[in-house]
Protein backbone atom coordinates (compact mmCIF):
# COMPACT_ATOMS: atom_id res chain seq x y z
CA UNK A 1 0.00 0.00 0.00
CA UNK A 2 1.35 3.00 -0.69
CA UNK A 3 0.99 6.17 1.37
CA UNK A 4 0.63 9.33 0.32
CA UNK A 5 3.13 11.77 1.07
CA UNK A 6 2.65 15.33 3.05
CA UNK A 7 3.61 17.89 1.09
CA UNK A 8 5.72 20.31 2.73
CA UNK A 9 4.40 24.41 2.56
CA UNK A 10 7.02 26.54 1.11
CA UNK A 11 7.81 29.18 3.88
CA UNK A 12 7.38 31.59 1.17
CA UNK A 13 4.02 30.66 -0.33
CA UNK A 14 2.86 31.05 3.72
CA UNK A 15 4.27 34.09 3.74
CA UNK A 16 2.70 35.36 0.43
CA UNK A 17 -0.55 33.51 1.58
CA UNK A 18 -0.61 36.11 5.11
CA UNK A 19 0.23 38.82 3.09
CA UNK A 20 -2.92 38.23 1.04
CA UNK A 21 -4.97 37.73 4.16
CA UNK A 22 -3.74 41.12 5.88
CA UNK A 23 -4.97 43.14 2.54
CA UNK A 24 -7.92 41.30 3.22
CA UNK A 25 -8.03 42.33 6.17
CA UNK A 26 -7.42 46.12 5.85
CA UNK A 27 -9.90 46.48 2.78
CA UNK A 28 -12.45 44.86 5.16
CA UNK A 29 -11.46 47.41 8.12
CA UNK A 30 -11.64 50.13 5.57
CA UNK A 31 -15.47 49.20 4.90
CA UNK A 32 -15.89 49.26 8.52
CA UNK A 33 -15.14 52.06 9.22
CA UNK A 34 -16.61 53.99 6.22
CA UNK A 35 -19.69 51.68 7.81
CA UNK A 36 -19.38 53.08 11.12
CA UNK A 37 -19.02 57.09 10.09
CA UNK A 38 -22.33 56.61 8.20
CA UNK A 39 -24.09 55.19 10.90
CA UNK A 40 -22.67 58.26 13.39
CA UNK A 41 -23.58 60.43 10.37
CA UNK A 42 -27.61 59.24 10.61
CA UNK A 43 -27.42 59.15 14.33
CA UNK A 44 -26.46 62.88 14.08
CA UNK A 45 -28.93 63.84 11.47
CA UNK A 46 -31.64 61.93 13.18
CA UNK A 47 -30.89 63.52 16.83
CA UNK A 48 -31.28 66.96 14.66
CA UNK A 49 -34.34 65.96 13.79
CA UNK A 50 -35.33 64.88 17.62
CA UNK A 51 -34.42 68.37 18.43
CA UNK A 52 -37.18 69.76 15.86
CA UNK A 53 -39.75 67.43 15.38
CA UNK A 54 -42.54 68.32 17.78
CA UNK A 55 -44.92 65.21 16.99
CA UNK A 56 -44.30 62.58 20.05
CA UNK A 57 -44.90 59.51 17.64
CA UNK A 58 -42.12 61.21 14.98
CA UNK A 59 -39.62 61.80 18.41
CA UNK A 60 -40.00 58.35 19.64
CA UNK A 61 -39.67 56.68 16.10
CA UNK A 62 -36.45 58.78 16.46
CA UNK A 63 -35.85 57.83 19.61
CA UNK A 64 -35.48 54.50 19.05
CA UNK A 65 -33.75 54.38 15.61
CA UNK A 66 -30.87 56.16 17.38
CA UNK A 67 -31.11 53.74 19.85
CA UNK A 68 -30.54 50.87 17.56
CA UNK A 69 -28.36 53.01 15.35
CA UNK A 70 -25.19 53.30 18.61
CA UNK A 71 -25.66 49.84 19.15
CA UNK A 72 -24.50 48.98 15.75
CA UNK A 73 -22.01 51.08 15.78
CA UNK A 74 -20.85 50.22 19.18
CA UNK A 75 -20.62 46.16 17.65
CA UNK A 76 -19.11 47.61 14.39
CA UNK A 77 -15.96 49.42 16.42
CA UNK A 78 -15.62 46.45 18.43
CA UNK A 79 -14.90 44.65 14.82
CA UNK A 80 -12.80 47.81 13.97
CA UNK A 81 -10.67 47.82 17.11
CA UNK A 82 -10.25 43.74 17.06
CA UNK A 83 -9.18 43.72 13.17
CA UNK A 84 -6.75 46.39 13.91
CA UNK A 85 -5.07 44.25 16.43
CA UNK A 86 -5.16 41.24 14.24
CA UNK A 87 -3.41 43.80 11.56
CA UNK A 88 -0.76 44.80 13.96
CA UNK A 89 -0.19 41.32 14.84
CA UNK A 90 0.39 39.96 11.25
CA UNK A 91 2.31 42.94 10.17
CA UNK A 92 4.58 42.54 13.09
CA UNK A 93 5.19 38.86 12.00
CA UNK A 94 5.47 39.61 8.15
CA UNK A 95 8.34 42.19 8.82
CA UNK A 96 9.91 40.62 11.48
CA UNK A 97 9.79 37.36 9.15
CA UNK A 98 8.85 35.04 12.12
CA UNK A 99 8.61 31.93 10.33
CA UNK A 100 7.47 30.11 13.30
CA UNK A 101 5.17 32.78 14.16
CA UNK A 102 3.04 32.62 11.21
CA UNK A 103 0.83 29.67 12.10
CA UNK A 104 -0.32 30.70 15.46
CA UNK A 105 -1.06 34.19 14.21
CA UNK A 106 -2.97 32.71 11.47
CA UNK A 107 -4.92 30.75 14.32
CA UNK A 108 -5.48 33.61 16.00
CA UNK A 109 -7.04 35.43 13.68
CA UNK A 110 -9.01 32.63 12.95
CA UNK A 111 -10.56 32.28 16.37
CA UNK A 112 -11.14 36.16 16.94
CA UNK A 113 -12.57 36.31 13.51
CA UNK A 114 -14.99 33.42 14.31
CA UNK A 115 -16.13 35.03 17.10
CA UNK A 116 -16.62 38.38 16.03
CA UNK A 117 -18.91 36.68 13.61
CA UNK A 118 -20.84 35.26 16.29
CA UNK A 119 -21.49 38.35 17.70
CA UNK A 120 -22.40 40.19 14.16
CA UNK A 121 -25.52 38.82 14.07
CA UNK A 122 -27.47 41.70 12.83
CA UNK A 123 -24.77 42.94 10.73
CA UNK A 124 -25.27 40.18 7.89
CA UNK A 125 -23.31 41.63 5.02
CA UNK A 126 -19.87 41.64 7.54
CA UNK A 127 -21.03 37.99 8.68
CA UNK A 128 -20.04 36.64 5.08
CA UNK A 129 -16.75 38.49 4.77
CA UNK A 130 -15.81 37.32 8.34
CA UNK A 131 -16.71 33.84 7.52
CA UNK A 132 -14.52 33.95 4.65
CA UNK A 133 -11.15 35.65 6.58
CA UNK A 134 -11.72 33.08 9.22
CA UNK A 135 -11.46 30.68 6.58
CA UNK A 136 -8.48 31.62 5.15
CA UNK A 137 -6.86 32.15 8.78
CA UNK A 138 -7.39 28.62 9.42
CA UNK A 139 -6.38 27.47 6.40
CA UNK A 140 -2.94 29.77 6.45
CA UNK A 141 -2.82 28.01 10.60
CA UNK A 142 -3.50 24.61 9.10
CA UNK A 143 -0.78 24.77 6.26
CA UNK A 144 1.96 26.20 8.45
CA UNK A 145 1.90 23.89 11.39
CA UNK A 146 4.98 22.61 10.91
CA UNK A 147 6.77 25.53 11.52
CA UNK A 148 5.48 26.55 14.34
CA UNK A 149 6.02 25.48 18.59
CA UNK A 150 3.45 23.81 19.85
CA UNK A 151 3.74 25.78 22.99
CA UNK A 152 2.72 28.81 20.47
CA UNK A 153 -0.72 27.46 19.66
CA UNK A 154 -1.63 27.36 23.16
CA UNK A 155 -1.75 30.35 24.20
CA UNK A 156 -3.79 31.57 21.25
CA UNK A 157 -7.18 30.67 22.52
CA UNK A 158 -6.28 33.07 25.61
CA UNK A 159 -4.49 35.73 23.14
CA UNK A 160 -8.43 35.52 21.57
CA UNK A 161 -10.18 36.56 24.30
CA UNK A 162 -7.63 39.25 25.40
CA UNK A 163 -8.14 41.13 21.88
CA UNK A 164 -11.99 40.67 22.26
CA UNK A 165 -12.21 41.85 25.71
CA UNK A 166 -9.75 45.13 24.73
CA UNK A 167 -11.86 45.31 21.05
CA UNK A 168 -15.19 45.41 23.65
CA UNK A 169 -13.71 47.82 26.14
CA UNK A 170 -12.54 50.18 23.52
CA UNK A 171 -16.13 50.23 21.45
CA UNK A 172 -18.02 50.97 24.79
CA UNK A 173 -15.21 53.64 25.89
CA UNK A 174 -15.90 55.75 22.35
CA UNK A 175 -19.68 55.27 22.36
CA UNK A 176 -19.58 56.86 25.96
CA UNK A 177 -17.62 59.34 23.58
CA UNK A 178 -19.85 59.16 20.96
CA UNK A 179 -23.08 59.83 22.94
CA UNK A 180 -21.72 62.69 25.68
CA UNK A 181 -21.28 64.63 22.59
Same mark, same amino acid.
Not at 44 to 64: F, K, M
Not at 104 to 116: C, I, M, Q, Y
Given at each position: ?30 ? =? ?64 ? !? ?5 ? =??? !? ?73
Amino acid at each position: MLFARRKRVDPKELRQNLARLLIDLKQFLRW =VSLSRRRLEERVRRYEERLVITENPNLRASYAQEITSLKSLIIRLTQIEVAVEMLVLRIETVLTAK !LLSYISP =VAK !LAAEVLRELREGAEELSEFTVVLDDLAQNAAEISSRGMYLSNDELFVSASGEAKKILEMARKAAEAKAEGVISQ
